[in-house]
């Protein structure tokens, strides 16, 4: 769901407000460990300030970083982390989809609400899905099910996905 050099199946509405946040001056990293240092630092200060469980970063086979948490993050832990978020990689190369992939995505988004979220949103022109209240209070258990049953729909390497709370921040 939207994370820098980051590809995670979904971008929990806090990680996408740190991208929407991140200096839009800011240069990318001068190396993945640098990045990932700067990822495992906002874990840490997430986890400190209020959302204990919040999981550590990974790396996959192909050296991208990945932060995927079904883990609520309260506000005083994205004002605490403000200065850390600050510091991860400019989102750049954000491009929007193309019309094939919106297309696809919005044939995703259907086959979500035919497969048990029936409230699951259509994309925005920059192929992220604005969840509902209950979906992002829900969290993957909501729709880890229809995801699975749509991985055709598929066309993008991570799902985009923002919370009623971080309009405006994608």
Same mark, same amino acid.
């Given at each position: 769901m939207t994370l820098y050099r980051a590809a995670p199946l979904l971008l929990i509405p806090f990680l996408a407000a740190c991208a929407a946040n991140a200096d839009p001056g800011a240069v990318s990293s001068p190396s993945p460990s640098v990045d990932l240092a700067v990822f495992r630092e $906002?874990?840490?200060c997430?986890? &400190? !300030?209020?959302?204990? !469980? *919040?999981p550590d970063p990974t790396v996959d086979a192909q050296g991208e970083i990945k932060m995927e948490s079904s883990v609520k993050v309260p506000a005083s832990a994205e004002t605490a982390c403000k200065s850390i978020m600050n510091r991860l990689p400019a989102q750049g190369g954000q491009k929007p989809p193309t019309a094939a992939e919106l297309d696809q995505l919005r044939k $995703? &988004? @259907? %086959?979500f609400r035919e497969h048990g979220v029936t409230d699951w949103p259509d994309p925005d022109s920059m192929g992220v899905f604005h969840v509902n209240k209950r979906i992002d209070d829900l969290g993957k258990r909501a729709w880890?099910? &229809?995801?699975? &049953? %749509?991985? @055709?729909? *598929?066309?993008?390497?991570? $799902?985009r996905v923002a919370g009623p709370d971080d309009k405006g921040k994608e």
């Open positions: $906002l874990a840490r997430v986890r &400190a !300030n209020g959302a204990p !469980n *919040f $995703l &988004a @259907q %086959c880890l099910p &229809a995801r699975d &049953a %749509c991985k @055709q729909y *598929f066309v993008v390497k991570s $799902l």
